[in-house]
Structures are given as structure tokens and as C-alpha cells.
């Protein structure tokens, strides 16, 4: 089964999120892709200290329409800093094959300061979202030593294992769950920048105010 992993605080998630996710899913033919909330980011501080269960709710309303979208509880429950090579290893044990792991540009290139990094590149397919136009990186740059095991291909990199690094350029779409939070506070309208659900819950929650 052809799996992406989607991780994020989702804080909240957002139509950037989602749009993003059904492009990558369409450009690589995947038959599902997992929403995997985390529940501490060990890169970032989770902003407004929303609780995993709440981030759980937010990321399964925005998604429920979606046939080829699931949500992964798999780091909330596990509870702890949230670790991709871990959740990584859940869905192979879980559905077998390797998945592809979607992150974004940035993301990728700080790749070699994420927990066990060297075992990510065994383990998965990483498919980096990217703006049109974006140059692709020179992977040398990016993975170091690590880089050596990779050969140029058509639409990114390939391993001497197999595993792929692909480049999927995504419609840029301005939206930050940072700004969410500042409108909501505000009293502001979200409106076209999340799901209606999503935006239906948030305020009935009082999530963000």
C-alpha cells in the first residue's frame, strides 16, 4: 500500500495543509495519506499549549471528507517528544512497504538535526514540497556524508537501497497556523483559511481566544 506520513502540530491545520497533502498524494499516486499530530515537537514549542487531544479533534474534522485522508493518533498517544523515525517504524510495522514522508523545504534541510537521522533514509521515501520555481538543493549541502548514497534521478534522488528523495512542487498558498491563532484572538474572521468544521469547533471550543 503506497502510505504518505503528514506529521505536524497541526495548531491548527489549515487549507495550505490540506491542499498541499492532495497534491503530493496526486503527483505520487498514494493510496492514503496519515495526519500525525505530534504531541511535543522537539524542534519547536507548541504555541498556546493546545492539548494533543484537542490538535487530535481539530485534524480529524478537517479531514473526514477526505477518502484518501486518515488522521494517526500514533504520536499523541505515545506521548513524549514526538520522533518521526518512530513513527515512521509504527506504519511500516502497521501496513508494511515503505511509506513516503512528506515535509517541506525548510524542514528537509535541517533534516540531519532530527533524532536518529541517518536510519529516516532507510527507513522511508521522503517527498519534499517545494515552490514553483524553487531550486532543487545540492544534496551534499543538506545530508552531508549521508549524501553519498544517493544518485541523481530524474525527479530527485535515489539510494543505492532504493529509497527515493522527490522534489513535488505545491501550490504556495499564504495561509500559517500562526496567523489563524492571531485572528482568533482578535476575534477576526478565519473564514476560507480553514475548514468549515474545523473553524465550527475552534469557535465553539473557544480554542484560541
Known amino acids: 500500500m503506497r502510505i504518505g506520513i503528514f506529521g505536524g502540530t497541526f495548531n491548527p491545520v489549515h487549507l495550505g495543509h490540506l491542499r498541499a497533502a492532495e497534491e503530493v498524494r496526486e503527483a505520487l499516486d498514494l493510496e492514503k495519506v496519515l495526519f500525525v499530530p505530534s504531541y511535543i515537537p522537539p524542534h519547536k514549542e507548541l504555541a498556546s499549549d493546545v492539548p494533543g487531544s484537542v490538535r487530535l479533534e481539530i485534524v480529524r474534522l478537517a479531514v473526514q471528507s477526505n477518502p484518501f485522508f486518515e488522521l494517526s493518533p500514533f504520536e499523541v498517544e505515545q506521548g513524549g517528544n514526538s520522533y518521526s523515525v518512530r513513527t515512521i517504524e509504527h506504519v511500516r510495522q502497521r501496513y508494511g512497504g515503505t511509506p513516503w514522508f512528506i515535509l517541506g523545504q525548510d524542514a528537509f534541510n535541517e533534516i540531519l538535526t532530527w533524532f536518529e537521522a541517518s536510519r529516516l533514509f532507510d527507513l522511508a521515501h521522503f517527498a519534499v514540497m517545494s515552490r514553483p520555481g524553487a531550486e532543487r538543493p545540492d544534496l551534499r549541502h543538506v545530508l552531508g556524508e549521508e ?63
Open 147 to 209: 549524501a553519498a548514497r544517493f544518485r541523481t534521478a530524474s525527479d530527485g534522488y535515489v539510494s543505492r537501497e532504493g529509497n527515493r528523495i522527490v522534489f513535488v512542487h505545491v501550490t504556495p498558498l499564504d495561509i500559517s497556523s500562526s496567523k489563524i491563532r492571531d485572528l482568533c484572538r482578535q476575534g477576526r474572521s478565519v473564514t476560507y483559511l480553514i475548514p468549515e468544521e474545523v473553524e465550527e469547533y475552534i469557535g465553539s471550543e473557544r480554542i484560541y481566544e
